[in-house]
């Protein structure tokens, strides 16, 4: 395990089964058995090397500490997609009852290694994220689901918004924490799912404010309009990247 001393710059990534407390004791057993062995599987997948992570684990949660290394991204996309794939897997051999299901948290800041776990605010508000109504308002609009994720606001500008990842802001909702003492924007992402439409952000949850130039007219927000002057038509015979492209399809006839 990396070692530091005193209060160093580290991402923290806090996951929890949902509805662990209703599962008989078999279940429960079998749940602290299967999770860090998937979480390792992602880890692995995404080419991140957990024995370098300081690893909390309570059960059916684990919170995970590492020094900023500059793998931020790939643990906001890679590894969050390999969990979701492993999650998939497991969940399909099981019955729908038996299904693990996760909620998530990822922010950063500085930490301290102390005497009986982590120190810092950094660690609170990581566990503030995974404790909000938003994730488990999420898990339960979205039945199909198997993980739902909050980014703070922190590590979404510095990741997403940044562009270092192949997320865009279409894949989170911008939503409201208030656990506690703590209030803050974070941002609601559901794989797989639409978080703009209603239920997944629950009540209170906001709109999408990072800004993202539509190209029409300078503006700094998603645009849901077009104008018919400006569509541009193109035959493609090769395969095309036409992430952040807006696409119509037609006939010839009109």
């Not at 949902?18 to 602290?32: H, K, L, P, V």
């Not at 090397?49 to 900023?68: F, N, T």
């Not at 990822?106 to 102390?114: D, K, M, N, R």
């Not at 015979?237 to 036409?242: K, S």
Request: one cysteine or more; glycine letters at 12%; proline letters at 6%.
């Amino acid at each position: 395990m990396a070692e530091w001393s005193g209060f160093y710059p580290c991402t923290c990534i806090a996951v929890d089964a949902q509805a662990y407390g209703s599962n008989n004791d078999r279940r429960q057993s079998e749940i602290q058995h299967d999770l860090p062995r998937l979480l390792s599987r992602a880890a692995g997948g995404t080419g991140l090397d957990r024995s370098r992570w300081q690893i909390q684990r309570k059960g059916d949660e684990e919170l995970a500490v590492h020094p900023m290394d500059g793998t931020e991204p790939r643990l906001v996309d890679d590894f969050i997609r390999h969990l979701v794939s492993e999650l998939h897997e497991y969940n399909g051999l099981r019955a729908p009852a038996a299904r693990m299901r996760l909620r998530a948290a990822i922010h950063h800041g500085p930490v301290e290694l102390a005497d009986n776990g982590f120190a810092g605010a950094t660690v609170v508000t990581t566990a503030r994220l995974l404790s909000s109504r938003h994730l488990y308002d999420a898990l339960k609009a979205n039945d199909g689901a198997d993980l739902a994720l909050l980014l703070s606001d922190d590590v979404y500008r510095s990741t997403v918004a940044g562009g270092h990842t192949t997320l865009s802001a279409m894949d989170f909702r911008r939503v409201t924490v208030q656990e506690k003492e703590y209030e803050a924007p974070a941002w609601l992402r559901v794989p797989g799912r639409n978080v703009h439409g209603p239920g997944p952000g629950g009540p209170g949850a906001d709109q999408p404010q990072t800004p993202v130039g539509d190209g029409l007219d300078g503006g700094s927000r998603v645009r849901n309009d077009y104008r018919g002057e400006r569509i541009n038509v193109n035959n493609f015979a090769a395969p095309v990247d036409l992430r952040g492209g807006v696409v119509g399809f037609g006939s010839t006839g009109g």
